[in-house]
């Protein structure tokens, strides 16, 4: 049993300040744990803290984590656990940290929070909420796609409104704009990010989180990421860069199709990256190594848009998001979109039975036939496959590449790429490039498919390593 400690944010006193200014570092001693005084910068409010600093790049990029000795008490379940597969130990996200710490980070500052349904606590209670009990108010509450409670599936409200539950002034970044005006971040001094991400580049927000952190370094607004597990982990990046000419709101982010990190790596990499000049923190996860299956669900998961409603959707969701692309339903407005998918005019007996001979390690197939009420296909029977997941084997990339081959093959007359207004195909624009489109038609090999972009995936991986916080 962890002991159980508790801080409240306070400013340094004057006395203290003036001893800092002199290049001193006071250390306060409570039980196993340390108050930490930070040293003054321009870049940081001064403020108590137990948390433990990291920096780089003279202080411009620094990573704050939360020492074990200062984990809180965490009570015994009762009874057996309901999911066994969850592990014992502990884990804090960064606004669980950020909560322990009694928001001392934020006080006294003037920030704009982007957010969404995602941004709870390990009890499932709404980081806003927690904020404006403990006296800390969000200047401007910004929303990504699906909005700031999760359920749209259609662009946001242009112009900032008035939330009514919380009274807070909200902003969509899924409307007509992408990006805040100028105007909208007149006075903010800070950008607070604590969003639960999918990281695959077509996923969106990945694209506002970069827009966000060119205008932040642009406006001279620094920023803090609240960190959150990677729900692919277990994955090395996979898939090839995004090419110039395709560069869009699906294919923004400069990574591989699959690129596996979590927001606070991605932004620091991005930072050094892209914005010399951004100046940006983040709160490590505690209690979170990267090879970590069960760490969404330890970290109380919530769905992160209406069509991901689990963790079994979410590990699908890379290998075959680029049927969107094509003449196929991915079973949204169904009980398990991207698990099934499928259309009226497909063989499923005849393509499961093929899939399956294939061998494909860690997932299981077989067939289903559902309804969807949304999306393509709507009201009409599908004949598909679900596609269950059931190990670190499971390669998502090559299961979705894998059944898009077939389908062609067994449906050369049925199935079919769809183009956009621009005359591009969709699949090239989600894939960030012609090349996955090109070996399907060309029906090429999974390994010569592979070929196309290995070299590009694994020179990522070496070039992020060093941003790699877990």
Do not use: K
Request: hydrophobic letters at 40%; one cysteine or more; charged letters at 20%.
């Amino acid at each position: 049993m962890r002991p159980n400690h508790r801080t409240n944010g306070r400013l340094i006193p004057g006395a203290v300040l003036q001893a800092l200014a002199a290049g001193l570092l006071v250390w306060f001693s409570t039980s196993c744990c340390s108050v930490n005084l930070l040293e003054i910068d321009p870049f940081l409010s001064d403020i108590v803290t137990r948390l433990e600093l990291e920096s780089r790049q003279e202080g411009r990029i620094r990573t704050y984590r939360l020492p074990d000795c200062c984990w809180p008490e965490t009570p015994e379940a009762e009874g057996e656990q309901l999911l066994p597969v969850r592990s014992r130990q502990p884990l804090y996200t960064g606004l669980d940290i950020l909560a322990l710490e009694d928001f001392a980070l934020l006080r006294h500052r003037s920030f704009a929070l982007l957010t969404n349904a995602t941004g709870r606590d390990r009890s499932l209670t709404s980081g806003l909420d927690l904020m404006l009990a403990a006296g800390v108010r969000p200047r401007l509450v910004l929303e990504p796609e699906h909005g700031l409670y999760g359920y749209l599936d259609a662009p946001g409200a242009d112009g900032i409104r008035l939330d009514p539950r919380r009274g807070l002034r909200v902003l969509s970044l899924y409307s007509s704009r992408r990006v805040p005006d100028v105007s909208h971040l007149v006075d903010i001094d800070l950008l607070v990010v604590d969003i639960q991400n999918l990281p695959v580049r077509c996923y969106t927000y990945v694209s506002t989180l970069t827009y966000l952190l060119e205008l932040a370094a642009a406006q001279n607004i620094e920023v803090l990421v609240l960190d959150r597990p990677n729900p692919y982990g277990f994955w090395h990046a996979q898939g090839s860069m995004v090419r110039e000419d395709y560069r869009s709101f699906v294919a923004e982010a400069p990574v591989p199709f699959l690129y596996s990190m979590t927001p606070g790596e991605y932004s620091q990499f991005v930072a050094d990256l892209l914005f010399p000049d951004l100046r940006i923190s983040t709160i490590a996860v505690a209690g979170y190594r990267r090879q970590d299956l069960d760490a969404p669900l330890r970290a109380s998961w919530i769905n992160p848009s209406p069509n991901i409603p689990g963790l079994e959707s979410a590990l699908v969701y890379p290998g075959v998001v680029l049927y969107e692309g094509t003449n196929f339903s991915l079973g949204r407005g169904t009980t398990r979109p991207f698990i099934y998918s499928g259309a009226p005019w497909l063989n499923s007996a005849l393509v499961a039975e093929q899939l399956r001979a294939l061998q494909l390690p860690g997932v299981e197939i077989t067939e289903v036939s559902f309804q969807p009420s949304a999306s393509l296909y709507q009201g009409q029977i599908c004949h598909g496959i679900q596609i269950n997941p059931v190990s670190t084997r499971f390669d998502t990339l090559r299961t979705g590449y894998e059944y898009m081959r077939l389908v062609r093959r067994l449906h050369p007359d049925q199935f079919r790429f769809l183009m956009q207004s621009d005359g591009r195909p969709r699949i090239d624009v989600l894939w960030g490039g012609p090349g996955y489109r090109e070996a399907i038609q060309a029906d090429l090999s999974y390994e010569d498919f592979r070929a196309t972009w290995s070299d590009q995936a694994a020179a990522f991986e070496e070039l992020t390593a060093p941003y790699r916080l877990y």
